[in-house]
């Protein structure tokens, strides 16, 4: 996956590249930390009935770009469905934004390190 998330003083920042960046025409997305409201770790069950496709690529294995759930905007970037971060946000371009990560814990940890009262919320079995 051409995705890489970056934590810094004062956002988190997804950069998109390759084939990923091409369909869903982004290459870059800044989440201030400021803007999320939670922190899911786990599984994101994609509704495949309720999801609109705005831009990006939709298979059985692959899910990348920005859909329209339950009159929500997402922007989704992922393999594996059981191994994704999933942010809940207020005020920004997006409502939420999954992503997969291979270092999770990590990344939790340096989100909460920034904004210690997000909540966060490990093992979901359902999507936000």
Known sequence: MSFQVVADEHDLRLNISGWTAALTLRREIKIPYTSMEEI???TFHFPWTAAIKRTGITTSSYKAGIFMIEDKKYF???HNEN???MLKLR??????IVFESKNDK???HEIMRH???IDLRENEEDKI
């Open 115 to 117: 904004c210690p009262s």
């Open 76 to 78: 989704l970037a992922y």
């Open 91 to 96: 005020g920004g371009e997006f409502d939420y």
């Open 40 to 42: 899911h770790v786990g």
């Open 83 to 85: 191994k994704v971060v």
């Open 106 to 108: 990590q990344l939790v």
